[in-house]
């Protein structure tokens, strides 16, 4: 094989079975794209190869049952003034409906870069609603991002909105992105498990807008620019064994909307959030601050964690139905 063909984007268009349909080699990195919209009507897998690939376009997979998987040294890395997503999963419409839903995605063993410094938006200049993210995703149902490494966006790492269902993450960093490493809008059922969120300018993790049934597994949050984690208009989350580290204010901020100062909106609080065998440490507000009332924001739980360092303190809260158990307070 040729030094060309050994760097070039292998497709290997599979109907989900163990049975190659079509196999070609392919020299022009931009043809991706074309990889995607050219997968038979049942998907099928695109296979690239290490190497760096230099994105004039971002990615857009607006279809069911596409994998796309890299070889170990596989880099996406969007050029300048792109200002787009470097992939968009579902659809690019204002406002998706139910139509527009679309399912079975598998993203893993990519290094994403989003050429930060070279962007001059944060929105893409054709569609002023789409965010300039890692990976952005919009009404899809049954997602799975494996061994992913996503840095240098000129908007969030990765973004979850639209109502999009079973979402499994694994594996994976978001680091040094413009605004927040993992946000979550209007979604529900989400894995998220062995990651990293570390050096955002913004949080380590944000969640809000009618957000329900999430779990965050075995992470590490840390030296984010705002808060670790920041969650308002949510229920049904569970944070378990998380190291929550020397952020720029508090550890996590639990709130409610306001759009008037003292005006809470009903049903905007965090409800049933739960949080167990934690590590808040040397963040630069409080571990734990949750400015929210009872009214707005009942039935919350900490138990057998740490706190240590936090430059205000560890837990303040106001809140009578806030229950705390087994945890360990140093100075």
Known sequence: MSKLASKSLLILI??????????????????????????????????????????????????????????????LKLANNVNQPVILIGTDKETPTKKDLIKNIHISNIEIDGNMKNQTSE????????????????????????????????????VISW????????????????????????????QVNNFLSYDNRGAGISLDNKLKYVTFSNGYIKNNKDV?????????LKFHNLMIYGNGNHGVFLAHTEYTPGKAIQDTGVTRLFFSGCSFLNNKGYGLLLASP????????????LFSGNKDGGIMHSNTSFYTSGNVHHK
């Open 14 to 75: 599979l109907l989900f079975s163990t049975v190659i349909i079509y196999a070609a080699t392919i020299t022009d990195k931009d043809n991706i794209q074309k990889a995607i919209d050219s997968l038979p009507a049942k998907g099928g897998t695109i296979q690239l190869n290490a190497g760096t690939y230099i994105l004039h376009e971002g990615l857009h997979i607006n279809r069911s049952n596409v994998t796309i998987n890299g070889e170990r040294g596989t880099l």
């Open 123 to 158: 929105f893409d200049s054709g569609k002023k609603w789409i965010r300039n993210n890692g990976i952005d995703v919009r009404t899809v149902d049954n997602l799975w991002i494996n061994n992913v490494d996503i840095y240098d966006t000129r908007s969030g790492g990765i």
């Open 163 to 190: 109502k999009s269902k079973r979402v499994f993450i694994n594996n994976s960093s978001f680091h040094n992105n413009y605004y927040d490493g993992l946000a979550f809008y209007d979604s529900k059922d989400i």
């Open 228 to 236: 670790g984690i920041f969650v308002r208009d949510s229920e049904d």
């Open 294 to 305: 009872t009214k707005h924001s009942p039935n919350n739980t900490v138990i057998s964690s």
